[in-house]
């Protein structure tokens, strides 16, 4: 399974709903919290995107929070 990462800040609703969703699926992933994190934060508006949390797998990509796109992991 390719790693999965999320870029994400505290009190995130989107982002905890992401994370108990990998969760359910028994996906594990890595967390970069984006509060004191400039260069993070350059590398998401760098990929266009502007709201968070922004997933990363592999070449895919995407913001929000995606049950669609966690579902396509787990299978």
Request: hydrophobic share 35%; glycine share 4%; with cysteine.
């Amino acid at each position: 399974m390719t790693e999965i990462t999320i870029y994400s800040k505290p009190n995130c609703v989107q982002c905890n709903a992401t994370y108990q969703a990998l969760d359910r699926k028994q996906l594990s992933y890595q967390v970069i919290d984006l509060s004191d994190n400039n260069q993070a934060i350059e590398f998401i508006k760098e990929l266009g995107y502007q709201q968070l949390p922004v997933v990363i797998v592999g070449e895919q990509h995407w913001s929000g929070f995606r049950p669609d796109m966690i579902n396509t992991l787990a299978d």
